[in-house]
C-alpha cells in the first residue's frame, strides 16, 4: 500500500514539474510586437493595404512578416504613412510594459524627404544638391535632439521590450543600368542624403541603447538603376515612389530583422 501511494505521489510530482515546465516555456516563449514608425514600416509599394485606409499598412510589410512567421501572441501594426517622430511619439501609446518587442522606422519625413525628392525630379542638378545639403544640415543638427526625444519615450513606455531601429537604404546603383530618369549628379546627392539619416539614427539609436539594423547594405545590388531592384523609383500612385516592393520588404528588411531578433 505503501509502494503505491509513493508511485501515486511520484505521477503527481512529475505531472506537476511538466505543467509548471510548460508554462514557464510559453511565458518565455510569448511575443507582444508594437510595429512603430513610417512608410518604410508600413509597408508602402508592397500593396495589399488591407483596410489601413491612408496608414497604407501591407500584409507584405516586414512588421506583418516578421509577426507571422514568428508566431507573434501580440502584434500591434501602427506603422503609418507619412510619419514624423511627433507622429511615432503618438503612436508610442500602443506600447505598455507587457511589449516584449518593438521595431521602428522614422526620421525621413522630418528631414523632408518627399520635397527633396520633388526638388530633384523638377530642378536642376545644382538645385537637387542645394536641397539634398539643406536636408543634410537638418539630419545633423536637429533630428538627432528629435529621435533622441522619440527613443526616450519608447523606452519609458514599454521598459521591458527590445527595442530595434531599422534605418533606410540607398536609393541608387551609382554608374547603373538607368539611362533615363534623374542625373548622376542628382543620384550621388540624394544617396549621400541617405548615408547621413543612416549614420545620424545608426548613433543616437547607440546612444539610446537600441538595436540599429542599417539595410543600406542589404540593398546593395539591389537599388534603382541595379540589375534586380528592390525599391521603387517615380510610379503610381506617387506616394509610393521610391519605397521598397515586396522584395524589399521580404529579402531586404526582414531578414535584416531577424539577423537581430532570430
Not at 510569448?30 to 508602402?44: E, F, I, Q, R, T
Not at 501609446?93 to 521602428?104: I, Y
Not at 538645385?127 to 543638427?141: L, S, Y
Request: aromatic share 8%.
Amino acid at each position: 500500500m505503501l509502494v503505491k501511494a509513493f508511485r501515486f505521489l511520484s505521477v503527481l510530482v512529475v505531472a506537476s514539474l511538466v505543467l509548471v515546465g510548460s508554462a514557464i516555456t510559453s511565458a518565455a516563449q510569448a511575443v507582444s510586437y508594437v510595429a512603430l514608425g513610417d512608410s518604410y514600416s508600413s509597408g508602402v509599394g508592397a500593396g495589399e493595404y488591407g483596410d489601413s485606409g491612408s496608414c497604407k499598412r501591407s500584409a507584405n510589410a516586414y512588421p506583418q512578416l516578421w509577426a507571422d512567421s514568428h508566431g507573434a501572441t501580440d502584434f500591434q501594426f501602427v506603422a503609418c504613412l507619412g510619419a514624423r517622430t511627433d507622429d511615432v511619439l503618438a503612436q508610442a501609446d500602443a506600447l505598455s510594459a507587457a511589449t516584449t518587442l518593438v521595431t521602428v522606422s522614422v526620421g525621413g519625413n522630418d528631414a523632408g524627404f518627399t520635397d527633396v525628392m520633388t526638388d530633384c525630379t523638377l530642378g536642376g542638378d545644382q538645385a537637387c544638391v542645394d536641397r539634398v545639403e539643406e536636408a543634410k544640415a537638418f539630419v545633423t543638427g536637429t533630428l538627432p535632439g528629435l529621435l533622441d526625444n522619440v527613443y526616450s519615450t519608447l523606452r519609458s513606455k514599454a521598459p521591458n521590450a527590445e527595442i530595434v531601429v531599422l534605418g533606410y537604404p540607398r536609393f541608387y546603383q551609382l554608374g547603373g543600368s538607368c539611362e533615363a530618369g534623374l542625373s548622376e549628379v542628382k543620384r550621388e546627392a540624394i544617396n549621400s542624403g541617405a548615408d547621413a539619416l543612416a549614420e545620424v539614427t545608426g548613433q543616437r539609436a547607440g546612444a539610446a541603447g537600441f538595436t540599429f539594423v542599417d539595410v543600406r547594405e542589404p540593398f546593395t545590388g539591389h537599388e534603382i538603376c541595379s540589375s534586380d531592384w528592390w525599391l521603387k523609383s517615380l510610379t503610381w500612385p506617387v506616394d509610393e515612389s521610391y519605397h521598397p516592393n515586396v522584395n524589399g520588404q521580404a529579402l531586404g528588411y526582414l531578414p535584416a530583422l531577424e539577423a537581430v531578433t532570430g
